[in-house]
């Protein structure tokens, strides 16, 4: 599919269809940073073939690989596009429910649709994976046109792109797509020397605020460790699973991993694992997993068994902190939503997505709701960082 003239678009329905350097050369050019750590590790080979290859996505999760292979005249890989076609909205965090209560309202048919995207993972980093040596908006420009060609031949209603760099969303708009953001909360690391150092930072009432919350997640004799890479044993899997168990019965039902997939991680990629465990004598209660990329903690999954007072904030938030400051990270990602973050360091930064909508009334319904939101989204951020835990000035 795809053809324009000096380059062919192909579909493989699963990434061990695509050579694992070729995948890992496009994903992250620069290759692995000072600290031996790829940019961006969930756009990366290992990732994304562990959750094909554990069944998180696949066959039976609405989650179908369709990833587009752009090759040139030679039969050489130009660029790739990780890609679904999705017969729900879950494990997305960019929230299209309306839109399909709304299509279907309509008589419309919303799934399925087809996504650019990495499962399960709200982190910004490039969908159009695109190499050296060729016209760069050229070639976004043919795996658009191929994505678009596939929607339309699977009947789709749409094709997504979550989570995109900001000039890639740039790029599309100029494009056609439908432009959407949102709001994230992030860290970012002013070349501090310690904790104390970034607490110099905050207000006087935030830091008291700090001290307060970290005092009392430690209290009872709990201690906490950060376990790395392959410090990282099947006996911490088994405690971590049962706390990412225990958040997903209580925020959506049903987890969207399974066992198997965070042994396959520790097997594929372990240099990129930090486990923040929190235990009391020999029992693990609490703990988050983080991934490391290039200058970024990248913070996914939190549980505990235990419900200890300020826990969660001391091991996703500052501890997350304090390693970044440790290991000379630029930033800590802490994941979607939450506004409480805000008072903890994490400042809100924006998010982008863009979006084909094949019906043409449906599309000017969604345009025009997309004006309105990304108004909203630019206000809530501009009154949020006027709350900001920093000293002024």
Request: proline share 4%; with cysteine; aromatic share 12%.
């Amino acid at each position: 599919m795809g053809d324009n003239s000096e380059y062919i678009v192909r579909i493989a329905s699963r990434i061990a269809d695509i050579d694992p350097a070729t995948w890992n050369a496009l994903a992250n050019p620069q290759g692995r940073l000072n600290n031996g750590h790829p940019e961006n590790p969930f756009i990366t080979f290992e990732f994304l073939k562990a959750l094909e290859d554990t069944g998180c996505v696949g066959p039976g999760t609405g989650w179908a690989p369709q990833h587009l292979i752009l090759e040139d005249a030679s039969g050489k890989i130009r660029g790739l596009m990780p890609n679904y076609a999705k017969s729900h909205s879950q494990g997305e965090y960019v929230f299209d429910h309306g839109w399909s209560d709304a299509f279907h309202r309509a008589g419309g048919q919303y799934y399925p649709k087809l996504l650019s995207a990495v499962p399960f993972t709200p982190v910004t980093g490039p969908r159009f994976l695109v190499g050296s040596g060729v016209n760069a908006p050229h070639a976004r420009k043919i795996l658009l046109q191929a994505a678009v060609e596939l929607t339309d031949r699977l009947e789709a209603s749409s094709f997504h792109i979550n989570f995109l760099t900001q000039d890639e969303w740039n790029e599309m708009g100029a494009l056609g797509l439908l432009q959407r953001t949102d709001q994230q909360f992030h860290w970012q690391n002013h070349d501090y020397d310690s904790f104390d150092d970034y607490l110099s930072a905050l207000a006087s009432r935030k830091r008291k605020a700090v001290k307060k919350e970290r005092s009392a997640a430690q209290a009872d004799d709990i201690e906490i460790e950060w376990i790395e890479g392959a410090q990282i044993t099947e006996r911490h899997w088994d405690a971590f699973f049962e706390f990412y168990l225990d958040t997903g019965a209580r925020k959506w039902g049903h987890p969207y991993l399974n066992r198997e997939f965070f042994s396959e991680l520790s097997k594929s990629m372990p240099e990129n694992l930090l486990l923040i465990m929190a235990r009391r004598g020999e029992q693990f209660i609490a703990g988050a997993l983080n991934l490391i990329g290039g200058d970024t903690l990248f913070g996914r999954y939190w549980g505990c068994v235990e419900d200890v007072g300020c826990l969660h904030f001391e091991i996703c938030y500052y501890q997350a902190i304090a390693y970044a400051i440790e290991k000379k990270l630029k930033y800590v990602e802490a994941g979607a939503q939450g506004a409480h973050k805000l008072a903890r360091g994490y400042l809100p930064r924006t998010t982008y997505s863009a979006h084909y909508i094949a019906d043409p009334g449906f599309r000017r319904a969604i345009a025009d709701y997309l004006d309105g939101e990304r108004q909203f989204v630019a206000h809530e951020q501009s009154e949020l960082n006027a709350h900001s835990p920093f000293k002024k000035g």
